[in-house]
């Protein structure tokens, strides 16, 4: 064992999705983006790290663009042949009735050891649990959380790996804090020092600046079922109120937490300033992992000084024919490509740039401005696939310049951020926590056009590595903020960008330049994870 695995401190990282490869479907966007990317790092730089998951039987959905022009879900079961049984199983008393939790291992994809609860076993009654990660609500959400967590834990004990640290990606894992605390309770300790006892083997990452992304659940249908492992009513509500509000808990379950960009460091210490009690909340911004995002070529050739344009351009064919193979359409290489592929939700803003079309028609119309669109909307969310059917609307109406490339996958977020020439970004400020879509296009000399949100503002050098739009505008008033965002876009994107790309070449290889040295080590997952250690493991 290396050096450095006998000297850090042990960590059992929490997740309910890992984006680690396209076959394997236990993610929905960027949060398991994330976790891939750190179980990656961790193997790549030799942490000594696992991670604890569940093995979803459908995973996500697969969201197809009907004859309507509408997004339909489908789900299929998967079974994997690169995973390996442990044969260990685990009890979780969920509801009164005992489910037992089949522990699979998964190191397949240059990952470090990920274990995976599988409730879908032979004698189960509860096999559904661990059917589909959409992000069910109520019970069946609490299900699926107590075999993370309370599962998670009993697994790492039956495995019998040792832990300093468990890290709580997201307060979905909460659970295996009760289970923390309950076993200590049960070595005799009392509910306040099982708390204190546990919270110093925890730490947190909160992702979530939109209070109502955050989730909560009655006390009493914690209660109801079995998730408070013993703890009384009044002390589940000490811990997170009632409503039971699961960021809450966890930032009162642990010694740090950390948001995902400076940014949002601040805009979370704002949010729960009046939650007493809670840990600090420290920013670390995330990072990607560069083998799986970033083509080596590009890479090579910004570290010589080389040409960046062939590269690009390659990388630029392999979208087209990408985008050929799955739509037929036949978009132009030598004419400016913007690519935008977010989760359909309104505030992410999908469509802004259609919203004047005296303005922006007469460049799409001649192809001058090209626009690859992708992205998923929760199954259950009718807004966001309204957003959806929308972009596949301007899609007909601009049948040269506009594409939807249906359910947004790895291998197209892949391709997007490598083979488009311009990356968009234009969420309502300040509602993006990091996105790391951006950081892949930057490494990828694919220029970003963003508001000052999420990573952006720690990275942006307005005309030199990409650009910005909007200035940080706020305002509470949406159409205000719609308006005032709109017209920065169309200012930079027609004044600054299409300019610099049809008639300033050097520049564009400059800026292209300029944006691949300047993210490649300050956004990479060795970055976040050396910050990790330092601001968050080590004690
Ligand atoms: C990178 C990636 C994400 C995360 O991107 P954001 O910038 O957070 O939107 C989500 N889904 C896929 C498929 C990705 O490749």
């Known amino acids: 064992m290396s050096e450095k695995k006998n000297t850090l401190p042990r960590v059992a990282y929490f997740c309910m999705e890992y984006g680690l490869d396209n076959r394997f479907k236990a993610y929905a966007g960027g949060l398991g983006i994330l976790a891939g990317d750190y179980m990656k790092g961790a193997k790549q730089y030799d942490y000594p790290i696992v991670g604890i998951g569940i093995k979803w039987k459908q995973g996500y959905t697969d969201q197809f663009i009907g004859e309507d022009g509408k997004p339909y879900d489908s789900y299929k079961n998967y079974d994997y042949d690169f995973m390996e049984d442990t044969g260990i199983s685990v009890p979780v008393t969920i509801r009164g009735r005992n489910v037992q939790c089949k522990v699979w291992k998964l190191d397949a994809f240059d990952n470090a050891p990920l274990y995976l609860l599988d409730t879908d076993v032979p004698g189960n009654e509860d096999a559904w649990i ?3 990660l959409c992000g069910w609500f109520g019970e069946e959400r609490i299900a699926q959380e107590m075999v993370l967590g309370v599962g998670g834990i009993r697994a790492l004990r039956s495995l019998g790996i040792e832990v300093d640290t468990y890290h709580f990606n997201e307060g979905h894992a909460l659970f295996a804090g009760f289970e923390l605390m309950r076993e200590k309770m049960e070595d005799g300790m009392t509910f306040e020092e099982a708390w204190k006892a546990s919270r110093e083997q925890i730490v947190f990452t909160t992702h979530t600046p939109v209070i109502q992304g955050n989730e909560s659940h009655p006390v009493d249908r914690l209660i109801y ?15 997170a109120g009632d409503p039971f509000n699961m960021t809450v808990g966890a930032l009162r ?7 995902v960009a400076q940014l949002h460091g601040e805009t979370a210490n704002k949010m729960w300033a009046h939650i007493h009690g809670r840990s600090d909340i420290v920013a670390i911004t995330n990072g990607i992992h560069r083998n799986t995002w970033v083509d080596s070529a590009m890479l090579d050739a910004a570290e010589k000084g080389g040409d960046l344009w062939e590269p690009h351009q390659k990388n630029k064919r392999a979208l087209l024919e990408l985008i050929k193979r799955k739509n037929g359409v036949k978009l132009d290489e030598n004419k400016l490509l913007i690519g935008f592929a977010r989760r359909s939700v309104p505030y992410k803003r999908s469509d802004l740039i259609f919203s004047d079309p005296d303005t922006i028609a007469p460049y799409l119309k001649d192809g001058k401005i090209q626009i690859v669109f992708s992205g998923r909307a929760h199954p259950l969310d009718d807004t966001g696939k309204a957003i959806a059917a929308n972009l596949v609307r301007m899609s007909e109406e601009y049948p040269k310049a506009v594409v939807f490339l249906e359910n947004y996958d790895m291998e197209i977020g892949a391709a997007i951020t490598r083979g488009s020439d311009l990356w968009l970004n234009n969420p309502r400020r300040p509602k993006e926590a990091s996105g790391t879509s951006g950081m892949k296009a930057a490494m ?3 220029l970003n056009l963003s508001v000052l949100d999420g990573w952006w503002p720690e990275a942006c050098d307005h005309g030199v590595n990409g650009w910005q739009l909007g200035d940080a505008f706020e305002s509470e008033d949406v159409e205000e903020q719609d308006a005032h965002d709109l017209a920065a876009l169309y200012k930079v994107l027609l004044e600054e960008v299409v300019p610099t790309y049809y008639e300033n070449h050097k520049k564009w290889l400059e800026m292209m330049q300029a944006s691949i040295q300047s993210t490649r080590e300050a956004f990479s997952v060795k970055r976040m994870l050396e910050e990790y250690y330092e601001l968050l493991y080590q004690q």
């Open 130 to 132: 661990t059917g589909q």
């Open 444 to 446: 990828n000399g694919v």
């Open 253 to 259: 379950l642990s010694r740090k937490s950390n948001a």
């Open 225 to 239: 079922m079995g998730a408070n492992l013993g703890m009384k009513p009044s002390q589940l509500r000490r811990l």
